[in-house]
């Protein structure tokens, strides 16, 4: 399974996303989340199913399992606590909290909501330049700077090409219109874009990370371990492989600042370094003087790793990590 890290609007997670949750568990008004849910992909995906399958869509039977919960004097403070992130996330550690706010058991079709607004209003989408990419400039290319728009349509005016001249500039201001399918289309293959994520290996090769960033910070591998390893408890739990169920873990802005900072004088390993450093751990396998652990190998992904926290602390997002 793949493990990939997207950015993480805290912002809107903690004043649009889990204050609708809050009043659907806590007041019972649904009709917040439900506004939401209705512009994610998962309920544009559900509506063409037939009527006979509706009520096992993700929504109605969220509606029945959230109307089935208890509500008394305890309950009612820790389903607040677990929709005020700021409360739930010091409490989220398993390490350290083994009853953070939750409820009495998990629901699926909750989840998959929970996880469907998360992947539709606060996974930002960003993108990484390829570290192989190099911006040079052809070796005929004139040292002459280029005209620009405006003074190209001015020397032909001066030239006398009025008509071309009128024709460029018309070609400059006239908007570009798609058709409604071209449009739907291209914003389906952005969303496919944004839902991919930055790849950082598969979850064997999670362990090359997290025991590359021990070596590097014992703090690094701590707030990775919360990212990415299983050690932050989701608010609505989570399923590996299944689509808005496999967010294992997130940083908050703050936490990734911290992240960054840990590792800003780390260097890490060029992908041909780790593969050679996996090559000689498969070949100490059967050398007990020089066996190595699975966490002691080089990890191929770390320079993506660090490009990707340095460009969400850049733009003052958190993380999001999902598995499958």
């Not at 598969?202 to 910070?217: D, E, M, V």
Request: proline share 7%.
């Amino acid at each position: 399974m793949i493990v990939r890290i997207h950015g993480f609007d805290w912002g809107a997670y903690t004043e649009r996303v889990m204050p609708a949750f809050a009043r659907w568990l806590v007041d019972g008004d649904s009709s917040f989340v439900s506004e939401l849910y209705q512009q994610t992909q998962n309920a544009r995906e559900e509506s063409f199913l037939p009527a006979p399958l509706r009520p096992v869509c993700s929504w109605p039977r969220a509606q029945t399992f959230v109307k089935q919960l208890p509500r008394g004097t305890h309950t009612l403070p820790e389903y607040q606590a677990l929709c005020t992130p700021t409360l739930y996330t010091p409490l989220s550690d398993s390490y350290i909290h083994r009853h953070p706010p939750q409820l009495y058991q998990q629901s699926e079709a909750l989840r998959v909501i929970w996880g469907a607004l998360v992947t539709e209003y606060c996974q930002s989408w960003f993108t990484l330049p390829s570290p192989q990419q190099e911006v040079s400039q052809p070796a005929h290319a004139s040292s002459t700077p280029a005209l620009s728009r405006h003074e190209m349509i001015s020397f032909l005016h001066a030239a006398g090409l009025k008509d071309l001249a009128q024709e460029i500039k018309e070609r400059a201001t006239e908007p570009l219109l798609l058709e409604d399918e071209d449009a739907e289309e291209i914003e389906e293959v952005m969303k496919d874009e944004r839902s991919l994520g930055v790849n950082i290996g598969n979850q064997p090769g999670i362990l090359h990370l997290r025991g590359w960033l021990a070596s590097t910070s014992i703090r690094s591998m701590a707030l990775f371990e919360l990212l990415a390893c299983g050690r932050r408890r989701m608010p609505f739990g989570y399923r590996a492989n299944e689509p808005y169920e496999n967010i294992i873990g997130y940083l908050t802005p703050e936490e990734l600042w911290q992240l960054s900072d840990s590792l800003k004088l780390a260097i890490p390993p060029t992908a041909a370094q780790a593969e050679e450093d996996y090559a000689l751990f498969r070949l100490q396998q059967h050398i007990p003087a020089e066996f190595r652990l699975l966490d002691e190998v080089l990890p191929t992904h770390a320079e993506t790793f660090l490009m990707a926290l340095r460009l969400a602390a850049q733009y003052g997002l958190g993380l999001l990590c999902t598995v499958g």
